[in-house]
């Protein structure tokens, strides 16, 4: 229901957008959210969005270089990355809770697949 797409392979300093598609489900009154996994580490917070928009988290390492806005009309979710680093390098994975609000520690209910970005020193 959920499908993550847009990563890549980009040199450091640049940007990508992932995009997360629902079907299956309007999501436009679920709390959004987006996750990382690097090679031989946890899966870690990145993003998220209550369901209006209007509220937003980020991890610290990425606070001031990524941002998430939502599309509720096209139910639609995105990452944008600017100024990326070699340890942006993961597997990134969208995420929906059943709630419309997110606090930081707050559980996501709904898991896409992931989109591989690598970024290049």
């Known amino acids: 229901q959920l499908q993550a797409s847009g990563g890549g392979l980009v040199q450091a300093g640049g940007s990508l957008r992932l995009s997360c598609a629902a079907s299956g489900h309007t999501f436009s009154s679920n709390a959004m959210g987006w996750f990382r996994q690097a090679p031989g580490k946890e899966r870690d917070f990145v993003a998220a969005v209550n369901w209006s928009g209007r509220d937003t988290s980020y991890a610290d390492s990425v606070k001031g270089r990524f941002t998430i806005p939502r599309d509720n009309a096209k139910n639609m979710v995105y990452l944008q990355m600017n100024s990326l680093k070699p340890e942006d390098t993961a597997v990134y994975y969208c995420?929906?809770?059943?709630?419309?609000?997110?606090?930081?520690?707050?559980?996501?209910?709904?898991w896409g697949q992931g989109t591989q970005v690598t970024v290049s020193s």
């Open positions: 995420a929906a809770r059943y709630l419309g609000s997110y606090t930081p520690g707050s559980t996501f209910d709904y």
